[in-house]
Each structure stands twice: as structure tokens, then as C-alpha cells.
């Protein structure tokens, strides 16, 4: 399967700005599409970012002209590129594999990694 693992995470003042990596290992080749996505308490998991094996993102309207998504490849890593943070977009992160399979796609992952925005 696909191992995931995230790091990048911290405490950071709101304007400021922080870099997610999220290294994949295993059966990198299956995977499909990439993405971000992440939790703050007591809401729901909501979708970041994603990029897809061709290259192809997209963005939650929260994010976007903020937050980057970007690949490489040779490094079997995805990065996250967050800038002008707010305190909103304070959360735990969490990095996805997808595998687009019938009748499901398959996910993999991450532990997760906490962004804090406070002054």
C-alpha cells in the first residue's frame, strides 16, 4: 500500500507563511491524484488542494491565490505552499493518495500535521 508522512507543520503569525511536504512511499506508482486536505476540532475533514498524475490542481475557494500545490516527482513528494495564512486556516493537515478504482477510489493517509495561526 502507500505510506504517507507529513511534516512542515508549526506556530505561525497570521500573514505568515509555512510549507507542508508530504513524502509518499510503497506503491507510489497506483496513485492517481494527490491532495491536501485538512481538520480544525469539532468540523469536518474539507479538501485543500489536489493535483493529479498529469499535473492538473484545483483549489478551495478559501485558499486560492494563497496556498500552492506542487509535486516532485524524483522526490516522490507533494508540498503545500501556504501563504498569507490566517487564523482560519488553523488545522490539522492531512495528506491524501487516491487511487481511482471501480466502484471505489482507494485512500491512503496521512498522520497528520497541526498548523497553528496566532498572533
Known amino acids: 500500500q502507500v505510506q504517507l508522512v507529513e511534516s512542515g507543520g508549526g506556530l505561525v503569525q497570521p500573514g505568515g507563511s509555512l510549507r507542508l511536504s508530504c513524502a509518499a512511499s510503497?506503491?507510489?506508482?497506483?496513485?492517481?491524484?494527490m491532495g491536501w486536505y485538512r481538520q480544525a476540532p469539532g468540523k469536518q475533514r474539507e479538501l485543500v488542494a489536489t493535483?493529479?498524475?498529469?499535473?492538473?490542481?484545483n483549489y478551495a475557494y478559501s485558499v486560492k491565490g494563497r496556498f500552492t500545490i506542487s509535486r516532485d516527482n524524483a522526490k516522490n513528494t507533494v508540498y503545500l505552499q501556504m501563504n498569507s495564512l490566517k487564523p482560519e486556516d488553523t488545522a490539522v493537515y492531512y495528506c491524501?493518495?487516491?487511487?481511482?478504482?471501480?466502484?471505489?477510489?482507494?485512500?491512503?493517509w496521512g498522520q497528520g500535521t497541526q498548523v497553528t495561526v496566532s498572533s
Open positions: 510503497g506503491s507510489i506508482f497506483s496513485i492517481n491524484v
Open positions: 491524501n493518495a487516491r487511487r481511482i478504482v471501480w466502484p471505489t477510489p482507494i485512500d491512503s
Open positions: 493535483i493529479t498524475s498529469g499535473g492538473s490542481t
